[in-house]
């Protein structure tokens, strides 16, 4: 052996032999970014779990204001364009097509075919979250859908059932406008597109170039502003009615039927306990339609753990997991097992949640929808409560904001 080969052996030999013996491996961190409505209630207790169950992960969790929503993204996008994304966050269905353009996102398909809990979601779930390429990003993680509040008490003594159909919600519409009564709690304000949608979109309308001005579409939007105009079912103050005076209304006896979701519930029932029930909104002639409020959770592609962020989002997504999270959002679970015991809402609304469910769809993920949902439905909306301006004439607007 020649000298010099033989003298870096031995070098290498004696750096060996002075090495101290390989250190247990840490494990492996990971970020992930959340927000809840009550930012006082803490994951700590999920995170401690799942630990327990898996030594070889740490997981960083990080409470991110949400701000309506602007400063949670504002803050995602800016470490995405800075290169330091979490390794996974709780995200909406609004930004998926943003953050697949950008190539932010990891396809969860080969993780799920191995996840023994895919099967406990729905498919109704799996449905509404598959991105436009037929591929998974998104883990569903909790979810609220906007269903019918209708006064039980006052449909059982009138012989009526709650209403399945356009005509019977009328016809139930109708005949509770009496005595200081009106039968529908009309939300013509702010966030009032969500009740509309049941009833245009529903009825025929889409957001897909012309599908507001069709024939079925504008006599859809006629119909819901006649429940006003025409038939005077809603209270005269329903032009500028929000989500806290259909709440108040209804809870004080002014209206006996109301578009909204699980998250009203409980004060709803604290004023009128057994009095009020939960059933889907009434389909139209061809379809049904509702409001999804869904979240989830998804692995970005910068990461480097994906495996163990996945590990971590699928333990969120199932069982006790998901219950526990839910406990904390105040939302309802995807996990089969984990809402058979659920009971932080009545079950009677959470059935309600769950049936509407093939109904549920979300607006449209274009940069569009904000102003449609800030100004352009309230603006038509009110206009044509007050006489000021046709249904039609909302219509033609509200498709010339989409498609020009």
Same mark, same amino acid.
């Given at each position: 052996m020649r000298r010099r080969t033989f003298t870096r052996l031995l070098g290498a030999g004696a750096a060996a032999a002075a090495l101290p013996a390989p250190a247990i491996a840490r494990p492996v961190k990971i970020r992930w970014w959340y927000h809840f409505d009550r930012p006082e209630n803490t994951p700590a207790e999920l995170v401690d779990r799942f630990q327990k169950a898996n030594p070889d992960i740490?997981?960083?969790?990080?409470?991110?204001?949400?701000?309506?929503? @602007?400063?949670?993204?504002?803050?995602?996008?800016? *470490?995405l364009a800075a290169g330091n994304p979490p390794d996974c966050a709780?995200?909406?269905?609004?930004?998926?097509?943003?953050?697949?353009?950008?190539?932010?996102?990891? $396809?969860?398909?080969?993780?799920?075919?191995?996840? @023994?809990?895919?099967?406990?979601i729905g498919e109704d779930l799996w449905r509404i979250t598959r991105a436009a390429d037929g591929r998974h990003y998104y883990l569903p993680v909790q979810y609220v859908v906007l269903y019918l509040y209708y006064r039980a008490d006052l449909f059982a003594q009138a012989g009526l059932a709650p209403p399945s159909t356009f005509d019977a919600f009328l016809a139930a519409a109708e005949t509770f406008t009496k005595d200081g009564m009106w039968g529908f709690g009309m939300r013509g304000g702010a966030g009032g597109h969500d009740n509309w949608g049941p009833f245009v979109l529903g009825g025929g309308a889409s957001f897909e170039k012309g599908g507001m001005v069709s024939?079925?579409?504008?006599?859809?939007?006629?119909?819901?502003?006649?429940?006003?105009?025409?038939?005077?079912? @809603?209270? $005269?103050? *329903?032009?500028?009615?929000g989500f806290r005076q259909i709440v108040d209304g209804f809870k004080a006896g002014r209206t006996a039927m109301?578009?909204?979701?699980?998250?009203?519930?409980?004060?709803?029932?604290?004023?009128?306990?057994?009095?009020?029930?939960?059933?889907?909104?009434?389909?139209? $002639?061809?379809?049904?339609?509702?409001?999804?409020g869904d979240e989830s959770n998804g692995v970005f592609a910068a990461s480097a753990n994906r495996e163990a962020a996945f590990r971590w989002i699928a333990f969120l997504s199932e069982g006790e997991g998901n219950a526990l999270f839910n406990r904390l959002s105040g939302q309802l679970p995807v996990?089969?097992?984990?809402?058979?015991?659920?009971?932080?809402?009545?079950?009677r609304f959470v059935e309600a949640s769950r049936a509407s469910l093939p109904l549920a769809a979300v607006l449209p993920d274009s940069p569009?929808?904000?102003?449609?949902?800030?100004?352009?439905? $309230? @603006?038509?909306?009110?206009?044509?409560?007050?006489g000021q301006k046709s249904p039609d004439e909302m219509m033609r607007a509200i498709e010339a904001h989409f498609h020009g």
């Open positions: 740490e997981v960083e969790a990080q409470s991110i204001p949400w701000g309506g929503g @602007t400063d949670y993204y504002n803050r995602l996008f800016a *470490a709780m995200l909406k269905l609004a930004s998926q097509a943003q953050l697949l353009e950008m190539g932010a996102l990891a $396809p969860l398909d080969d993780f799920l075919r191995g996840w @023994t809990g895919r099967g406990d024939a079925k579409a504008l006599a859809a939007n006629r119909w819901y502003a006649e429940l006003a105009t025409r038939h005077k079912v @809603t209270p $005269p103050s *329903a032009p500028t009615d109301i578009v909204h979701h699980v998250g009203s519930a409980k004060e709803i029932v604290e004023a009128l306990g057994d009095r009020v029930s939960a059933a889907p909104v009434p389909k139209g $002639p061809e379809r049904g339609w509702t409001l999804l996990a089969g097992k984990a809402a058979a015991g659920f009971d932080l809402h009545p079950a569009k929808t904000a102003d449609f949902v800030r100004t352009v439905w $309230p @603006t038509n909306m009110q206009q044509v409560l007050l």
